[in-house]
Nanobody, 128 residues
């Protein structure tokens, strides 16, 4: 079974920084597309950032220049470094994996239905 476990959520003041982590099953870490989504109460789940199997990254316009998605060199952890946080960034953040039977995932995917595995989420609150 593919496992995705988020951590690192918390409360931060506007303008501050926070880094989220997602432990990803090693069986899919290298070739899968991996992404961060966020969902606010009563809202849709929106794509924030993703990285494909060739380590090319894509960002939502709302976080471009402020957030950085990365994969570590150990081969198990997906990170989301968030700088210059704004109150509207507050949400539950989920990591997700787009896994296919073979091949390396390549492209720009920021739609929830493009992903077939999900973590349970971690809460981020940004105060003003």
């Amino acid at each position: 079974q593919v496992r995705l476990v988020e951590s690192g959520g918390g409360s931060v003041e506007a303008g501050g920084s926070l880094t989220l982590f997602c432990e990803v099953s090693r069986s899919v870490y290298t070739r899968a597309c991996l992404a961060w989504f966020r969902q606010k109460d009563g809202g849709e789940r929106e794509g924030v950032a993703m990285v494909d199997g060739f380590r090319q990254s894509t960002y939502a316009d709302s976080v471009q220049g402020r957030f950085t998605i990365s994969k570590d060199h150990s081969g198990s952890t997906l990170s989301l470094q968030m700088n210059g946080l704004r109150p509207e960034d507050g949400a539950t953040y989920y990591c997700a994996a787009r896994v296919t039977p073979s091949g390396t995932c390549a492209g720009e995917y920021l739609r929830s239905f493009d992903y077939n595995y999900w973590g349970q989420g971690t809460q981020v609150t940004v105060s003003s």
